[in-house]
Structures are given as structure tokens and as C-alpha cells.
């Protein structure tokens, strides 16, 4: 028997959900796949919600984070720029993940329904991202909030069905305009 760290096992939780979906999916499948004992999975987690819950968020955490280590203070001349190709790398990454595995994406919605707090943490860490590429320190990150909550249709697992829309881009860069009195006087007044 082989002796397994977390990455092995919410690739094998992964492989499993994909194939089987949740409602099929055994913890027993996902030891079978990693050539352990059920009793010896336990050990890491201690039912199948707990298994896949982790696997969500690990599996959510491998999307992010590209875009989170782009999220530095841009120069004054480039935030305007630097802050459109952030919002559009983030609904690009989650955009294809979301696609090719949607029984994960039909996992973390559910899981959203149920965990609101999850939500909050990632638009608070999205929008923290947003006032540090602008340069912005505005209290509870107000004005990074209203620019996430506004390209929430490019992000939010909610709206994949709509991520198949040939005007996807126009749509975005619509947006990204209308959202212009928000971004573009702070940028002036640095």
C-alpha cells in the first residue's frame, strides 16, 4: 500500500467526482484510484462531504491563483490597463476550468448555496486585489467590491452557461466601460 500526500488524493477526488459525478462517487473510489484502503483515507478525511468539500476549494485555489500573483500595485500610467487585463485573465482561467470539469462546477455552486461564507471570502480577496493594483485604500475595499460585483457575470459559476456567448468579450469590454467613472477619476487623481 502506498503512502499518499493531499495533492495525490484530490487529484484521484477529482478524477472520481468527473467520471462518477458526486451522487455516484464513493470515498471507496477514491481510495481504489489511489491504491489505499478506504480506512486508510479516513485517516486524511473523515467522510466523503469533508473529501470533496476540500477538493472544491483546493481545486478553486489552483484556478485563482495565477490571477492572484498578478495582482501587484501598477504603476500610476498602467492601472487602468493593468486592472481590465486582471478582470479579463480571471473570467479567461475560471471560464476554462469551469468548462472542463463541470461536475466540480456543479459541486462548488452547490457548495455556494450552502456556504455562503466562502463567496464573501473570494469576493473580499478579489476585491482586495483590485485596490492593490489600483492603489487603492478605501475602507472595507468599497470601491474594489463594486468593481467585482460588477463583472460578478465573468467569475461566478453561476453564469457558465453564459460563458459560451460569442460576444462574451463585447459584453466584458462593455462593462469595463461603463465601469469607467469608478476606475478612471482615481487614476486622474494620482
Do not use: C
Not at 66 to 90: I, K, Q, S, Y
Amino acid at each position: 500500500m502506498a503512502k499518499v500526500n493531499q495533492e495525490q488524493i484530490f487529484e484521484a477526488a477529482r478524477s472520481v467526482l468527473n467520471q462518477k459525478g458526486y451522487d455516484k462517487a464513493r470515498l471507496a473510489d477514491v481510495a481504489r484510484k489511489l491504491d489505499i484502503t478506504s480506512a486508510a483515507l479516513y485517516k486524511h478525511f473523515k467522510n466523503k462531504e469533508d473529501l470533496f468539500e476540500a477538493t472544491v476549494i483546493d481545486w478553486l485555489r489552483a484556478i485563482d491563483r495565477p490571477v492572484f500573483e498578478t495582482d501587484d500595485r501598477a504603476p500610476e500610467d498602467e492601472r487602468g490597463t493593468r486592472l481590465h487585463d486582471w478582470l479579463w485573465l480571471l473570467a479567461e482561467n475560471r471560464h476554462a476550468a469551469f468548462v472542463a470539469e463541470p461536475e466540480l462546477t456543479k459541486l462548488y455552486k452547490e457548495y455556494l448555496e450552502s456556504h455562503h461564507e466562502l463567496l464573501n471570502q473570494r469576493l473580499v480577496a478579489f476585491s482586495e486585489s483590485v485596490e492593490s493594483i489600483m492603489a487603492w485604500e478605501t475602507f472595507r475595499h468599497q470601491r474594489g467590491l463594486t468593481v467585482m460585483q460588477t463583472f460578478i457575470m465573468f467569475y461566478h459559476p453561476l453564469f457558465v452557461n453564459m460563458w459560451e456567448d460569442p460576444l462574451l468579450k463585447t459584453l466584458f469590454e462593455s462593462t469595463w466601460l461603463e465601469i469607467q467613472p469608478i476606475v478612471q477619476p482615481q487614476i486622474e487623481e494620482n
